[in-house]
């Protein structure tokens, strides 16, 4: 034991000593610059976003010349396998080593997690892939942007056009009783509320951990209502859909599902026949959107992208033409040149990168899932029935949460 | 019975939705034929993970089997998430099954009751077989005090061997009725794995019929709690798990002799 | 399971090797990546002394270490609460968390014993996730506010927090491995060793496995708030079961009963699981750590120090 403390503990102080010093300091104005594509590659979330979202990325910079400020633009993709840990070590990483910009984190617990070391790195992180409204609420900051979707939108898109119409005013919903289903309910509650609507009942079930939602599915058709919501995600819809088909709920009440993408349905597509959901883009809904989704498909093996993908690919034009109208990668300076600029692009229709809470706006659209029946081609799995404006579809600013410190 | 703690029953029910999925998706295997040629597959799988690598690890720490098993899980979940995807993979519902009925004022699908039946004669055979005829007989012997059975020249590794391989292949026939019902993925064992502990530590280790029990009425527990009181449906399993372990460790119809 | 590396010049050696990896770890690895090396490693040498010497696996030991990480950052996020009292009543939530487990888990023994840590461990899973406002529950809770500082030394740079977290760590080692070597230990071992014996001696053995489960849940509970800190954040990562069996495996890995072996086994652990993903076995990463366990399982018993120690000099004729 003599041992333990003698010899090491002189060269402890050695090393000691010498390792407080700063690391150097990396030059920020030469060099590739980084861009961090921090996702999901082989979890849930790897069809959503996942390698398509980097090859989007890939494109966006391809196609904006490979190049900005003469230096050449390098692409990154980073998994971060759904645990914010290993998302925030590796986004620190990534910033450390020289990215300029963290792009996707389609998750929103990672997207909050990166949203925070953004904030100490002084760098730049557009979440395209998270859900969370906290993005641009509690947990706004200066260098956050929250650019796709987020609960209050979904909300405000499918909650709204159902409850405008006549057979869709009395809701029951199954919520799963943790954040993001208490915060879909809650969102949801008011804007069918602003429509007329009522929501008659709603169950919130154990998360996670429930499988079998045969009780919460009875108890919603005996309540009479027209609607139908189902305000979960992932493997949960999942199980209530196929419940809710197998006891025939589905033949009386419209379905409105919180939050689902293609990918989802590529995958199901039997199972999520008939509801109704919203998205922020779909690669059929225009000329301009199919001529991007045709490249992707080359790219792709034939797969067409989802929202998610062409956020990514939007969000890095977007950057990049900052940059270079700045002059620089200074996250402080592309922020104060994004800050409440408009734009339109492909992705985008009426955009605007808010600077009350740094939410980007643009057009949303509800849309129902076909049945294989009268899908035309592969993947064209939706049915746009109304496009919502930006100045509706997302949280106003005078109701933000955000406490805006810049 | 025979003192492993397998974390990988979860994964063996997992195996069972996607032998079902994968026969239905490849080789047009229709869900009844599948319900007797999973459980087959998924429990020769077993017996081999039996005979290859948990035989190797009878005499040591129970420890070990524990930790090799959870191993497993590792192993299996990855590798059916690299075949299939982790999003889910597509189980229609069952043909001749695909309506409901109206029990008490209420619709029933036709599939639910059908598998309640299958599974209430599953659970009376297998306590048949073990309660009441030779084999069983032995099987219990073997697992309460091999030395002696032993010494009758009963092979006692043959049957444990067999007896593992029975469970295993039951894990996958639940695996196969679920799969109509739940989105079939990687994980789906994962959700079920604690839960299905509790309940045999409830229900009393090595009692079949203990098991069988709680399994009923906690599902049934659950179901209902859902609905009065969905704040503590996840907690209830536990908290009386806690108790039952305390008040009487063998399980409420456990064999006190099997408690360590 | 054996203390005979420590005290020997064998185990010195080692100790001295871990201590040179230790203090120059933040220039081989990303610092936040070393950071949780040292915090793995504390906590796995906490669970060591639980498993290896007194005999006893918990299946639940995540919740003092997830446990007193939610304590320490929320504290400190949501009631700006100074850094050194936050660890503190973390620490403190640790030691009484693990004085209530163990009255109700010790009175158990072998397989029923994990199975109540487990399902204690799962109630305050739950409890995390339903006091989502406290928790953040799927979201964890974020350190945005910066970690403070530690008599005047700032932590904000995350190699000065590196190297207070390993000070931290040598000092718990250090700790255990003098509780290990002391008569207290010796009863521990005996315990361990045959139960009925020590009984008849007249040990009181539950409240020595008591004493050394209350000690090891708080060593687990202060390195979870290192590990917190380190990294700014908590969450449901920490309180989940599937960490409860990552530290057994990280045990197992590295020995079982040598001190040194888990904290090897710790940073093994840690570094396959944060560079595997950018290798080309990178999807594959589960099935990977998972072969690697079921080998250790079957062939590698002792672990990689209890593989060392097994090299025995020839015997002198």
């Given amino acids: 034991m003599r041992y333990f403390r003698s010899l090491p503990a002189a060269l402890a102080i050695a090393l000691l000593s010498s390792s407080f010093t700063a690391p150097p300091a990396r030059a920020a104005d030469s060099g590739p610059i980084k861009i961090a594509v921090i996702t999901d590659m082989s979890g849930v979330y790897a069809a959503l976003a996942g390698p398509g979202a980097v090859e989007a990325t890939k494109m966006a910079v391809e196609d904006f010349g490979g190049k900005v400020l003469g230096r050449p633009v390098e692409v990154v993709g980073i998994d971060h396998r759904n645990n ?45 892939g998270g859900a969370s409204s906290a993005l641009t609420g509690a947990s706004c900051n200066r260098y956050t942007y929250h650019y796709a979707y987020d609960t209050y939108a979904l909300a405000a898109s499918t909650g709204a056009n159902i409850a405008a119409q006549s057979n869709g005013k009395t809701w029951y919903a199954i919520v799963p009783n943790y954040a993001f289903g208490q915060q879909m309910l809650t969102d949801f509650t008011a804007a069918i509320e602003r429509k007329g609507g009522k929501m008659m009942g709603s169950d919130l079930y154990p998360f996670p951990g429930t499988t079998d939602f045969s009780s ?59 509801s109704r959901i919203t998205t922020s883009w779909y690669w059929n809904e225009d000329a301009a959107a199919r001529k991007w989704a045709d490249k992707y498909a080359k790219r792709m093996h034939g797969l067409r992208p989802t929202d998610i993908q062409a956020a990514d690919y939007s969000a890095t034009t977007q950057w990049l033409n900052a940059v270079k109208a700045v002059g620089t990668t200074e996250a402080d300076k592309v922020q104060g040149y994004l800050d409440n600029r408009q734009f339109n692009d492909f992705y985008a229709k009426g955009g605007e990168w808010r600077g009350r809470d740094h939410r980007v706006i643009h057009e949303m659209y509800v849309v129902d899932v076909l049945p294989k029946e009268q899908v035309k081609e592969p993947h064209a799995w939706f049915k746009i029935v109304q496009t919502i404006p930006p100045g509706r579809a997302f949280r106003p600013e005078s109701q933000s949460t955000c406490k805006k410190d810049w | 019975m025979l003192r492993i703690v397998n974390f990988a029953h979860g994964a063996m029910f997992m195996l069972g939705a996607f032998v079902a999925y994968y026969g239905l998706a490849a080789l047009h295997l229709p869900f009844y034929a599948a319900l007797l040629v999973a459980p087959i597959v998924v429990g020769a799988f077993g017996l081999l993970i039996e005979v290859l690598f948990l035989r190797r690890l009878y005499g040591l720490d129970p420890l070990y089997g524990l930790l090799f098993t959870f191993a497993l899980v590792l192993i299996l979940e990855d590798a059916v998430r690299l075949a299939f995807g982790a999003l889910g993979s597509p189980y229609p519902p069952v043909l001749g099954l695909d309506f409901t009925v109206n029990l008490f004022a209420a619709p029933f699908p036709a599939y639910r009751l059908f598998v309640i039946a299958f599974a209430i004669v599953v659970c009376l055979a297998a306590w048949y077989v073990l309660e009441r005829t030779p084999v069983g007989a032995r099987i219990r012997a073997a697992t309460e005090a091999p030395v002696i059975v032993r010494a009758l020249g009963i092979d006692t590794q043959r049957l444990v061997s067999i007896t593992f391989a029975v ?60 609905v009065w009181f969905p704040a503590f449906n996840d907690t209830i399993i536990f908290m009386l798990m806690i108790v039952v372990l305390l008040i009487r460790p063998s399980g409420l119809f456990g064999n006190p002799a099997s408690a360590k | ?82 850094f050194p ?35 204690i461990a799962q109630l305050q899973y739950f409890f ?25 030394l700032p932590l904000e740079d995350d190699v000065a927090f590196y190297y207070a977290a390993l000070g931290l760590a040598v000092l718990g080692t250090y700790v255990v491995v003098r509780v290990v070597r002391s008569p207290f230990g010796a009863v521990l071992g005996a315990m361990r060793e045959n139960e009925q014996r020590a009984i008849a001696l007249g040990f009181r053995v539950d409240r020595y496995k008591l004493a050394a489960f209350i000690f090891s849940g708080t060593l687990a509970g202060v390195a979870g708030v290192l590990f917190a800190i380190g990294n700014r954040q908590s969450g449901l990562d920490g309180v989940d079961w599937h960490t409860s069996g990552q530290v057994v495996m990280m045990s197992i ?6 001190i040194f072996g888990p904290i090897v086994g710790a940073g093994l652990f840690t570094s396959l699981e944060h560079f595997i993903p950018s290798t080309a076995l990178g999807d594959k990463t589960n099935i990977v750590m998972g072969t690697i366990f079921a080998l250790c399982v079957l062939l590698f018993r ?3 120090i209890g593989e060392l120690l097994a090299i025995r000099p020839k015997p002198k004729s």
Wanted: aromatic fraction near 6%; hydrophobic fraction near 55%; proline fraction near 2%.
């Fill in chain 3, 253 to 258: 890995l590295g020995g079982i009963g040598t």
């Fill in chain 3, 1 to 82: 399971m054996t203390t005979a590396l420590l005290g020997t010049r064998r185990g010195a050696i080692v100790a001295a090797v871990l201590l040179l990896v230790a203090l120059v770890l933040p220039k081989l690895v990303y610092p936040v990546l070393a950071i949780d090396i040292v915090a793995y490693a504390l906590f796995a040498v906490a669970f060591d002394l639980l498993l290896g010497f007194t005999g006893l696996l918990s299946f639940g030991h995540a919740m003092f270490w997830g446990g007193a990480a939610y304590v320490s950052t929320i504290l400190i996020a949501k009631l700006q609460v100074a």
């Fill in chain 3, 128 to 152: 995390a996730y339903q006091l989502g406002q406290w928790t953040g529950g799927e979201n964890g809770v974020q350190l945005i506010r910066g970690r403070g500082t530690l008599f005047g």
């Fill in chain 3, 302 to 304: 002792r672990g990689i």
């Fill in chain 2, 167 to 226: 469970g295993i292949a039951l894990a996958g026939l639940a695996g196969v009725l679920a799969a109509p019902n739940q989105n079939v993925e990687p994980a789906m064992g994962d959700r079920i794995i604690i839960n299905t502990f509790a309940i045999v530590v409830i229900g009393g280790l090595g009692s079949i019929g203990g098991s069988v029990l709680t399994g009923f009425a906690l599902g049934l527990l659950q179901t209902l709690g859902a």
């Fill in chain 1, 84 to 128: 914010p840990n290993e998302a925030s070590v590796k986004a620190r990483e990534a910033y450390d080593s020289g990215a300029d910009l963290a792009l996707d984190m389609t998750n929103s617990a990672v997207a909050l997690a990166v949203a925070g070391v953004a904030l100490q790195k002084h760098k730049l992180a557009i979440v395209t």
């Fill in chain 1, 216 to 274: 919460l599915v009875l108890k919603a058709k005996n309540s009479g209502a027209q609607v139908l919501g189902l305000f979960n995600a992932g493997a949960d819809t999942v199980n209530s859909m196929k419940q809710v088909k197998q006891f025939g709920v589905d033949k009386n009440m419209k379905i409105a599902v919180g939050l689902l993408f293609l990918s989802d349905v590529d995958a199901l597509p039997d199972v999520f026949a008939g």
């Fill in chain 3, 85 to 119: 009292l936050a660890v503190l009543a973390a620490v403190a939530y640790a030691a009484v968390l693990a004085l209530i487990v163990g009255a109700i888990a010790i009175r158990r023994q072998g397989i029923y014993f994990a199975m109540i840590t487990l399902a």
